[in-house]
């Protein structure tokens, strides 16, 4: 593999500013005008406070080509990467920690968006951030009268803090909270979950564009019905309409449902695709795939049980203990999904039209020694924000 003076001079730069980057294998064209995107992001659970130089963050660039070996290697602050998520609106990467001894949220935007190239973190510190399981971004759009809209965007973060103690916290502007400056108030509202402890937060569309369903998995909800989801609506009353409260009360924002899993335990993260009618989850040694969400997670009754409509696992998934999930959500494009690895410390491309006991559509790939956490696909017809 050949390596140019203009990557070495780029690697010098980047080294100044906090970010080191692997060339990519391939060579690839300038990239100009409107181009397909398909960025998986990477979140390793690896953590030394010996070891300051380990990379935690990896993003795949492109990933659905004929191998997961374009990567770009990141140095997050994060201790311990944990959930991971991007939002082109906010032009930004955000990951936060699954350890107790971490109490911050990255904010990383970007240095290059063509490449999708991470520029410098900033860190939104809370004490409440601490075992984070899921990260999701909320934008309300707020009409100003005659003249026009303006968008109100919310980070949001689920932490695992034991039954009674965790928490649904919501951030707005998250890029103006930053190092904590201007004086306003870092969490616009923390929202009990009760006895429901989270394993991951997801929001889905719902029939107005300017609200969402908030999708909270867990394994214990205080019940012996088992691992399942915990719906939550009226999103836009608790952030928008009603005043800035220090917390909200479980029984003010309360699940108008919750789905349980026959028979599944031990859930991961989620991956909702819309455009396919698909919503992914990791349970055990598969991953569980329902069809029709936005039906499934509705209706008039407060508790259904259900089955996966279809599950990927088995000998020749090579899958021991998945974790991370990404669906490629586009319309024409998307034709995989991508699931992390705990156990053989993988990450793994399937074909979206496969399931039961299929074979990658190419070989796992691992990275070293590092461990591949949470997983998020950035996937897009066109790189235009």
Known sequence: MKFSFKYYINLFFVSLIGFTSCKKLDDEPV?????LISRLYVSFSDYDQNNSSLKNMMIIDPADTNNLDNI???LSPTKGGGPIHFDASARAIFQASLTPQDTFLQVIPFANEIYGIPGNAGAIGYRGFTNVRGLAYYTYAQQNGNSGSSAIPFLLAVTNRGAGNSMLYAISTPSGKVGSKGGAPIIDKQISLGNVVPTSLTLLNSN????????????NDGTNNGSGFAVYSGLRQQLIDQARDTIVSKERFAPMMKVYLKGKTG???VSYAPNK???????????LFFKDPKTLFSGTTDKKDIEPDYVVGGTNTGLEKP????IDDRTEEGKFFYVSDLTNRTIS??????EGDIKPDIAAKTYGSLTP???FLDARAANIF
Do not use: M, P
């Open 373 to 375: 956490n949470y997983i």
């Open 323 to 326: 974790w991370g999930v990404a």
């Open 267 to 269: 859930l991961g993260s």
């Open 349 to 354: 491309r399937f074909s979206l039209v496969g």
């Open 31 to 35: 990239r100009t005008g409107a181009t």
């Open 208 to 219: 107005d564009s300017n609200e969402k369903l908030v999708l909270v998995g867990f394994d």
């Open 72 to 74: 770009y290697q990141y």
């Open 277 to 287: 009618g698909l919503l992914a989850v990791t349970s055990g040694k598969e991953v």
